[in-house]
């Protein structure tokens, strides 16, 4: 089956903690996108890549970081400066070929709660 | 100023009662525009994408269609498996990653 797998689906942090959130796609797509989503906003966009080894912040990266060490994982932490990490992170992809025109394949979300 | 406004916020039918859901822009160079619907505690599910005005798409009870700077998202005879939220999304000039609206909750009552 292909799709995006996104782990772990519940995951708790304690102050001055860094966590990972992970995602994995096997759909051979070349863009991945990381979005934060907090009731009544919306998905912000956070990270996006759109080849290996490179990625752009969106709009809210502060106290966020990543990683593209290959096509198919797109990590996601969330460092201790961000001072309000508890909401829903939804990863995404999809089959970019230059234009900004292919649809987005999102994954399950991982929520992400402080202890 | 938001760039995709979408409206009602939340939306209550009765079942069987047919309704739009709106998702007005207020960008130039619009490449594309993106329907999904998200039931609560998952990922966004993808619907339509609509590429220009005066185009339409279908998939059962929904049914999107494309303006100059709106996209009407129709439901006809909803069922209550039809609640859900559903989430417009665009694309425009240039290299930039979509823009989310912030949803529409739908309930649709037995």
């Known amino acids: 089956d292909g799709g995006i797998t996104q782990s772990p689906k519940y995951l708790f942090r304690k102050e001055g903690q860094n966590v990972t959130l992970s995602c994995e796609q096997n759909?051979?797509?070349?863009?991945m996108y990381w979005y934060r989503q907090d009731p009544g906003q919306g998905l912000r966009l956070i990270y996006y890549s759109q080849i290996v080894n490179d990625f752009q912040k969106g709009d809210i990266a502060e106290g966020y970081s990543v990683s593209r060490e290959k096509k198919e994982s797109f990590p996601l932490t969330v460092t201790s400066a961000q001072k309000n990490p508890t909401a829903f992170y939804l990863c995404a992809s999809s089959p970019k070929s230059g234009r900004a025109l292919e649809t987005q394949y999102f994954g399950p979300g991982t929520r992400l709660l402080v202890l | 100023e938001d760039q995709v406004t979408q409206s009602p916020e939340a939306l209550r039918l009765q079942e069987g009662e047919s309704s739009s859901l709106n998702c007005s822009y207020t960008v130039s160079g619009l490449r594309g525009l993106f329907w999904y619907r998200q039931d609560p505690g998952k990922g966004p599910e993808f619907l339509f994408t609509?590429?220009?005005a005066g185009e339409e798409k279908e998939k059962e009870r929904l049914k999107a269609t494309l303006t100059k700077k709106e996209s009407f998202l129709h439901i006809t005879a909803p069922k209550p498996e039809d609640s859900a939220t559903y989430l417009c999304?665009?694309?425009?000039?240039?290299?930039?990653?979509?823009?989310f609206g912030k949803g529409t909750r739908l309930s649709v009552i037995a």
């Open positions: 759909l051979n797509h070349d863009a």
């Open positions: 999304a665009l694309s425009y000039s240039g290299n930039t990653p979509l823009v």
């Open positions: 609509l590429y220009s």
